[in-house]
């Protein structure tokens, strides 16, 4: 059995670290090199990296802050936002990533899920899923729709058919993140992580709205996700990734100590 990651996000605009909830309000909360440090030294799986303006202005990722990042961390590191095309993937490999995932992008170019995982493999290609839950209809028959840039743009598109699409296409791994519980520290959106990762073969990343551990270890069992996204909880120090894992593993959730 494959140990669970845990993952801290930094959400970066400006060249900062942000947080909002349900993708509004946001506030600088320091420096994304220092705080990717900070979380690699106390045993973070992986860091991901998000410009999460770079789709809505329609600019290039901010490569130099993604090279300083890279720089001070040995762990997995994933980076998303604004990435279009093959070359701005490798760009952002050539600076120090791991994984590139691709968000808007992908929605509106499916192809650029193929080309990666020919170019650099499948392992590379992280799908990001901005999602929200709306009525059940014959156009989205989950009742989870794909939105893009940021949440600002409801594509029509049912979740569930889009993460198995992504996955033929290619994806090797998908983060999914709700918009409705982003931020709110109430807990992860259990019905939706569930229902993706029970139907895809791809290892899920479940996102938005940890506020404590036991949301941890309601999603990596009852949502059967197989790594969990954090932010709120570990930026504004209410835990560390230390206290987080041991309550895991206290309850019965294999996952790696260094300590």
């Keep these: 059995m494959l140990s669970k990651r845990i993952i801290p996000c930094l959400d970066v605009r400006d060249g900062r670290t942000t947080k909002g909830i349900k993708f509004r309000d ?20 992986e860091i991901v990296f998000y410009d999460i303006t770079a789709s809505s202005e329609g600019r290039p990722i901010m490569l130099d802050v993604v090279r300083r990042v890279a720089e001070t961390i040995f762990i997995p590191f994933s980076v998303g936002g604004g990435i279009r095309t093959l070359e701005e993937m490798r760009g952002v490999l050539l600076a120090g990533a791991e994984k590139v995932s691709v968000n808007s992008a992908a929605v509106l170019d499916p192809d650029i899920i193929r080309q990666g995982a020919e ?18 209809s014959e156009k989205i028959p989950s009742g989870y729709e794909i939105v893009i840039n940021g949440g600002r743009t409801s594509m029509g598109i049912d979740a569930l058919w889009w993460a198995r699409e992504a996955q033929r296409l290619g ?32 290892p899920v990343i479940a996102s938005g709205g940890a506020g404590e551990p036991r ?9 059967c996700a197989d790594a969990a996204l954090i932010a709120s909880m570990v930026h504004y120090e209410t835990y560390t990734i230390e ?17």
């Design 26 to 45: 946001n506030i600088d909360i320091g420096d994304p090199v220092q705080m990717g440090r900070y979380y690699y030294e106390q045993g973070a799986d």
């Design 119 to 136: 170019a650099f493999g499948n392992q590379c290609i992280v799908l990001g899923m901005d999602v929200k839950k709306v009525q059940v």
């Design 171 to 202: 994806a090797g791994e998908i983060c999914l993140n709700s918009i409705d519980a982003d931020g709110t520290q109430t807990g992860y959106e259990l019905e939706l992580t569930r229902l993706i990762s029970t139907n895809v073969s791809i």
């Design 215 to 223: 949301h941890l270890l309601d999603v990596l069992n009852q949502g």
């Design 243 to 259: 206290e987080i894992k041991g309550f895991l593993s206290q309850n019965g959730v294999r996952v790696r100590r260094s300590w």
